[in-house]
Every structure is written in structure tokens, then in C-alpha cells.
């Protein structure tokens, strides 16, 4: 009995089952997971495009990424045609292309072609498996997987940003900055066909070990593209004459820092940065020049940031005068290093003032020796002024009286402005933090010091500083525009002593306003400047610490901070437009108060409508004396004839009495009628020392005596002091006199010749 087997080749079933076979292939490949793709290098550019620095890849490969627009045209007509013609139409796999392979591979008897496809060659990079016929096959399928889940174009990137170009070299764009120091899009002909050819042998014809070799097989493949007629005859006979470099060229990172700092910021392989390469070159050497001189003044160091005041970037990062010093610390980056800011707070104490009302720029404040609680600190000239004008005190950068006004706009909540205002170690030391503060008794860095400054050109608004491009920064308003306005026509002023007058012979210097200061013990120096374009912080020291009685702000920082001004401003005379809601007033010459009829000698003084204050001078009150102005009168005593009314000065008695002790011409109202049977109202007694608030620690083997001092308003001529509600001596008003304790308490009385008396109660503990 004969089987009989029919094959129904006519069924459209057969056809059905092999097109669900293939589409349950194709859905499982696609659901497959893919191999991890390999993570790239780390690029960073600057603004202007160029590249500043590269890093190593996770696994210490220079693969840096690209995309096809980045390569020259040339190198991916060159590999297509070398690697795969039919690469845009095939999904993988090349069948003809295999077919001839496979029946060459098995009449010759070894394999001489492999018949890879550039999507299948990608697969094996991407595996690193050993080439046989199962790896051939999964590569076959990966492939197949990859055509699946990519576009032609992407394959295509991948493929080339994984080429092997030799040792830790991966991929066309890192290949061609290492070998010929610029990016794919710049390469010659003879270039791209360089780069094509290595990935063929990476080791064998790296053009750094074996170039000769890398010559031969390009001009070989030069003669295929003159036989082919892909590229232009006169191209191709040029491009064989073209010599191939035999030296790797080592990524140079430029503005290490910023670059440093711009790498821990973002995720991304390629990052465009804010930094201007141009004008960073050119504060660099500013920098470093400036750093060479003061050597022999033992300052060895200096860090730079310039920010654009017009998009909040950091145009020019300078961390330190030269990264490669070791002996300086050059790897310090000290534009993010905590130092003493000297008295750069200042202007920030004074807008502050100005924004709550409390000050005007012509108002007077004492400038007299003070003792606030045992700290009693010093001008840096050592010389006093008796009393300055707001704007002059903060231009000569006196400290008396910016410790002054800090004490009256509150210690405590100038510092909160400050921790707002992303001065980070101030927020977490702020309960450590003293009156000294505002003289550099803390620690800011020159980041958070500049973008400070930069919020005076912002309208008084403070952005976050932006470093990469496209991102855009929060802000917050920390000051009225009209405050920063009033401070800039200030800090502007060139009239200062801090100005270095000599080089407006010489230079255009663009119209900035500018602080200085020098921290405690010389260690710091400092200058910040600003402008409608650019704020610019400057800082100089040494990165260990160590002072210099030559770092002075004035003479080190402030000729490199306008040094930098001309170099990346040069002429710039645009100035900041006064808001509507500043104007300006008349107010008393002497005292910057509103004046009165009494006043004499008026100014011009800025004020911000409806903030600023409405006081008015009190300096002057009218006394009723004799006809010669001997004795002196008040409504209970007055006679009915006889007397005349005469305007006094009355000052406060602490200024009062270091005019006596200057020896200073100061007009006296007349004694009061001794027979006057009231007594006179008005201010006791402010006694200075002792102080309350103190404990008195004093050896009990010494016999340590205890000052007393006190001051008054004008026209009282005796002090009466009382220990312990006994009489101890009189004295005139200022006059130091001494006693010595008996016990642990003691209560002080003084005593004006008016009858106005003030007490205090001092504890003294003994050892």
C-alpha cells in the first residue's frame, strides 16, 4: 500500500502561519531588553561654542557623543561606502550580502567576509562577543531588535560614537579632537578617511604607535574612492599628499574650576556653559600678572568671577591665579572658599537702612570712639570724625559708624537679610554672630558676595547664578529698586580715598560702582564692582590663611578690579535710570534732617517717596538769655524785660564731649538762672561706664579700680557722682574718674547741675 503525502502549496494558510511567525518574531525581539548603551564622556562648552573641557566616561573611555549633523559629510559618505551601501535600505540584515558570504566563507575554507551589516557591527559592540556563527546569528537578531526600537539616522550615531579608534578611544568625534585637535564637522577628506580606516585594526593602525601603516592603508582606499568616483578627482589627489600626525593631543580642560563646578551641576553628556572663553582668557592673564607682582609682598593668590548682569550668568570664573601652582594651592577654588569679607557688608547695611526708611545719604552719624558692651573697635585709619554724612561714612568705609547703624537697624535682623539672601554660613552661624559682623567678623565666599553685589544692578533683585545655558533661575527682591539706586549714585562717587586717581590718566574706565575691603589681620582683600553690564568680585590672600601687611584692598584689589572693567567694558559710560520713586529734597547741611527755620546751610539729598523718613532737625532750639547771653532763662524764670532769643546747638552729649576732648570750638548755651526755682527738664545723665550689662571679674589680690564716665546735652557744666547713695566726687561732663569696689554689688548715681540724675547697678565677682 503506497502513503501518498501532498504538500498544499496553494494553501493560503502557509503564507498566514509563516506572516504570524514572523510578526510573534519581530514582537518578541521588540519586547526583549535592549543592551545598557554605553555612557558617554562629559563635554563641556562655552558660550561662544568652544570646548573647554572633557572627562572620562565611567569606564575610562574618551567617547565622547554626537550626532550625525556634528560630522562632516564626507566621513559618512566614505564609511557607508565602505561599510554598508545598503544601509538605509535594509532592516538589519543585508540577505544578499550574507548569502555570498556564506557560500565564499565555505568554498574557501576560512572567513574571509563576514557580510556585517553597520547595524549588526553596532550589535557587536555593543556585546563584545566572540565572532563565530551563534554570536553571528545573535547578532543577526540584535540587530533586528535594534532597526526595531531606532530610527537609520540613530543607528547610525550610535554606530559611529562606538567605533574602537584606538587604545581607551571610542567613537568618530573624541577620535578626531585626539588625533587631529578638531571637532567632526572640521575634518579634512584625507581626515575622514583616516578615521574611517582605524576601527578596521584599532591597534594596529592607531596613528599615534603606527602611522606609517594608518598612510598605507588610506592612500589604498584613496585609489578605491578615485576608481569609485564618489568624491572629486582633484579632492582625492590633494588629499593624498596630506600628511597624518603620529602624537595623540591631550584635552586640554580650560577654566578648570568652572569646569569642575559645571560638572557636578548637571546629568547630561553635553553641557553648553555660560562661561565667555574670551573674556576668560583675558582676566586669566590679568590675574596671573597681577598675582606675579604681589609675590615678593608675599600675597601668592587671587580668585575673579564675573557675572552678566543682564541674564544672571557667570561669564568669567577665575578660582585661582594659576590651577597648576602647587605651591600656592592653585587646585584651591576660591570663589567658593569661606573668608572674611572685610567691610564689603557695609553697602548691604546701608541699602538696608535706606530700604527701611531709617536713613537718607546726607543724614549724619557719630563717628566717635564707642564701647559697645567691651567691644570697642577702630577706623582703619585710626583717626575719628566727630560726625559723617551717611554716604561719606560708607565711601571712606568707617567703621564706627556702620557698627552704629547696625546696632540701630538690629543686629538680628540684618543678619535674617543676609541668610535670605543665600549667605549660607551667616544663616548657620547667625546665633554665634556679633556687632562685629559688619567689619568682617564672618565668613562669605566670593560667589555669594558677587551675586549680592549683582542684586544693586538688578533692581534690587537677587537671582540664582545661572552657569549652563537655557536653565532659568528663581529670584527674589531683597531690596527696593529706588534703594539700589541711591546706593549706586554713592559707591559710584570717584571722590573717595579708596580711588586710585592715577589711572584715569591712562585708561577709559567704564562708570562702575565699586566696594572695597580688607579683612582683620590683612589675611583678605577685597574689591566688587558693578555696572549696567557686568558685577565683578575680586579677591586676594593667600589660600593657607596667612596675612600680609600689603593686602590692602585699596592698593591690591581695586587696580585688578578696574583692570578687569577695562579689559571686558572698555568705555562703557551707560548708567542705571533713577526710578519714579526716587527724588530728591532739601534737607540741613549739618545734620541730613528736614530743616526747619532755624536752618541755614541746605542740600540736595536723595529719598525714596513715601519710605524714607520725615524727620526734622532738632539741632537747633531757641534759649531765652540776658542781653549778653550769660545766663540763661526758661518760662518759669523769665523776666519781663531784658532778654533776647538766641538759637543753640544742642549735640549728643557723646559727640558733645569728644568735641571738649579734641579741644574742638563748640558754642555753649549760657549756666541756667541759679535762681530759677525749677528744675530743669530734658535728658539725664548718660553714663558710659560702668557698664550694667557687664560683669566685673577682678583679682582680689589687686587693688583694680573701676571707671567712671558719663555724658550730657549741652549747657550742663557739672557731673555729681554717688556711690552707693553717698556722695564720691564731681566732675565735668566726659571726665574719667575711678573708684575702687569694696563688694560684689554697687549702685552708681550721676547727677547734672539741672537735677537730672541716672542710676545703674553693676555685679563684680572676685578671684
Known amino acids: 500500500m503506497k502513503i501518498r503525502f501532498k504538500l498544499y502549496t496553494n494553501s493560503p494558510w502557509i503564507f498566514v502561519i509563516a506572516f504570524a511567525m514572523g510578526i510573534f518574531v519581530l514582537i518578541i525581539l521588540y519586547l526583549l531588553p535592549l543592551p545598557k548603551l554605553k555612557g558617554y564622556s562629559k563635554e563641556i562648552y562655552s558660550l561662544e561654542g568652544e570646548l573647554l573641557a572633557v572627562y572620562l566616561s565611567e569606564d575610562d573611555k574618551w567617547r565622547m557623543q554626537l550626532t550625525i549633523d556634528e560630522v562632516t559629510p564626507d566621513f559618512i559618505k566614505a564609511i557607508l561606502y565602505k561599510e554598508d551601501k545598503w544601509f538605509y535600505y535594509h532592516f538589519g540584515i543585508n540577505p544578499i550580502a550574507l548569502a555570498k558570504a556564506f557560500f565564499s566563507n565555505i568554498f574557501s575554507g576560512n572567513k574571509r567576509s563576514g557580510a556585517s551589516t553597520i547595524t549588526m557591527q553596532l550589535a557587536r559592540m555593543m556585546k563584545y562577543s566572540k565572532r563565530n556563527y551563534w554570536n553571528k546569528f545573535k547578532e543577526m537578531l540584535l540587530a533586528i531588535q535594534l532597526e526595531l526600537h531606532f530610527s537609520k539616522n540613530e543607528i547610525l550615531e550610535l554606530y559611529l560614537n562606538y567605533l574602537p579608534m584606538g587604545g581607551n578611544i571610542e567613537g568618530v568625534k573624541a577620535a578626531s579632537y585626539i588625533y587631529f585637535g578638531r571637532s567632526p564637522a572640521k575634518l579634512s577628506l584625507s581626515q575622514a578617511i583616516t578615521l574611517m580606516i582605524i576601527p578596521n585594526n584599532p591597534n594596529k593602525l592607531r596613528l599615534d604607535r603606527n602611522s606609517n601603516l594608518a598612510y598605507r592603508v588610506r592612500d589604498k582606499w584613496i585609489n578605491k574612492f578615485m576608481k569609485s568616483g564618489i568624491f572629486p578627482k582633484k579632492d582625492l589627489e590633494l588629499t593624498i599628499m596630506e600628511d597624518l600626525p603620529d602624537k595623540r593631543i591631550n584635552f586640554e580642560i580650560k577654566a578648570p574650576h568652572f569646569c569642575r563646578r559645571v560638572k557636578m551641576m548637571s546629568k547630561n553628556n553635553i553641557i553648553k556653559s555660560t562661561l565667555e572663553l574670551a573674556k576668560q582668557r583675558k582676566v586669566e592673564d590679568l590675574l596671573k600678572n597681577h598675582i606675579n607682582k604681589l609675590k615678593l609682598k608675599n600675597i601668592t593668590n587671587g580668585s575673579v568671577l564675573v557675572i552678566d548682569n543682564h541674564n544672571h550668568s557667570v561669564s568669567?570664573?577665575?578660582?585661582?591665579?594659576?590651577?597648576?601652582?602647587?605651591?600656592?594651592?592653585?587646585?584651591?577654588?576660591?570663589?567658593?572658599?569661606?573668608?572674611?569679607?572685610?567691610?564689603?557688608?557695609?553697602?548691604?547695611?546701608?541699602?538696608?537702612?535706606?530700604?527701611?526708611?531709617?536713613?537718607?545719604?546726607?543724614?549724619?552719624?557719630?563717628?566717635?570712639p564707642t564701647d559697645f558692651d567691651a567691644y570697642i573697635p577702630e577706623n582703619f585709619s585710626m583717626e575719628f570724625n566727630g560726625e559723617v554724612a551717611a554716604e561719606d561714612a560708607l565711601k571712606q568705609s568707617l567703621n564706627i559708624p556702620s557698627i552704629r547703624l547696625l546696632r540701630k537697624v538690629g543686629l538680628n535682623e540684618f543678619i535674617d537679610h543676609l541668610s535670605k539672601s543665600s549667605f549660607l554660613d551667616i544663616s548657620k552661624r547667625k546665633n554665634e554672630l556679633g556687632l562685629s559682623l559688619i567689619v568682617g567678623g564672618c565668613a562669605v565666599t566670593l560667589e555669594q558676595l558677587t551675586n549680592y553685589y549683582s542684586s544693586f544692578a538688578s533692581s534690587g533683585n537677587l537671582f540664582e547664578l545661572n552657569y549652563i545655558q537655557g536653565i532659568n533661575k528663581t529670584f527674589k527682591t531683597i531690596f527696593r529698586a529706588g534703594t539700589v539706586y541711591i546706593l549706586s549714585q554713592i559707591l559710584s562717587d570717584n571722590t573717595r580715598s579708596d580711588f586710585p586717581t592715577e589711572l584715569l590718566d591712562w585708561t577709559r574706565l567704564p562708570r562702575i560702582a565699586w566696594k572695597t575691603g580688607t579683612s582683620s589681620g590683612k589675611r583678605d582683600s577685597w574689591a566688587i564692582g558693578y555696572n549696567t553690564h557686568y558685577t565683578v568680585g575680586v579677591w586676594l590672600g593667600n589660600f593657607d590663611g596667612k596675612g600680609s601687611p600689603h593686602l590692602v584692598a585699596s592698593e591690591t584689589a581695586v587696580p585688578l578690579l578696574f583692570s578687569i572693567f577695562n579689559a571686558i567694558d572698555y568705555g562703557n559710560k551707560e548708567w542705571f535710570e533713577k526710578p519714579e520713586t526716587v527724588s530728591?529734597?532739601?534737607?540741613?547741611?549739618?545734620?541730613?534732617?528736614?530743616?526747619?527755620d532755624d536752618c541755614k546751610h541746605l542740600i540736595y539729598d536723595y529719598y525714596i517717596i513715601g519710605i524714607s523718613h520725615n524727620k526734622t532737625c532738632d539741632l537747633y532750639r531757641k534759649i531765652y538769655t540776658d542781653s549778653l547771653e550769660t545766663v540763661q532763662y526758661c518760662t518759669g524764670c523769665l523776666p519781663d524785660k531784658g532778654y533776647k532769643i538766641v538759637n543753640y546747638p544742642f549735640y549728643e552729649p557723646e559727640l558733645l564731649a569728644w568735641y571738649i576732648t579734641k579741644g574742638l570750638r563748640v558754642k555753649f548755651p549760657p549756666r541756667h538762672n541759679t535762681n530759677c526755682p525749677h528744675i530743669a527738664s530734658g535728658l539725664s545723665p548718660n553714663i558710659i561706664s560702668p557698664s550694667e550689662s557687664w560683669e566685673y571679674f577682678i583679682d582680689k589680690n589687686v587693688n583694680q579700680e573701676i571707671m567712671l564716665q558719663a555724658f550730657s546735652e549741652s549747657g550742663i557744666f557739672r557731673h555729681y557722682w554717688y556711690i552707693d547713695d553717698k556722695f564720691f566726687a564731681s566732675a565735668e561732663p566726659g571726665e574719667k574718674l575711678f573708684f575702687l569696689p569694696k563688694s560684689t554689688k554697687h549702685k552708681i548715681s550721676c547727677l547734672d547741675d539741672r537735677g537730672r540724675i541716672s542710676s545703674i547697678s553693676i555685679k563684680i565677682s572676685y578671684y
Open 316 to 368: 568669567v570664573y577665575c578660582g585661582s591665579a594659576d590651577f597648576e601652582d602647587k605651591l600656592a594651592n592653585g587646585e584651591v577654588d576660591g570663589v567658593i572658599s569661606l573668608r572674611s569679607p572685610g567691610s564689603t557688608l557695609k553697602s548691604g547695611l546701608f541699602a538696608y537702612a535706606f530700604d527701611m526708611g531709617l536713613l537718607t545719604p546726607k543724614m549724619k552719624l557719630l563717628d566717635i
Open 584 to 596: 530728591q529734597r532739601y534737607v540741613c547741611s549739618e545734620t541730613g534732617l528736614l530743616p526747619t
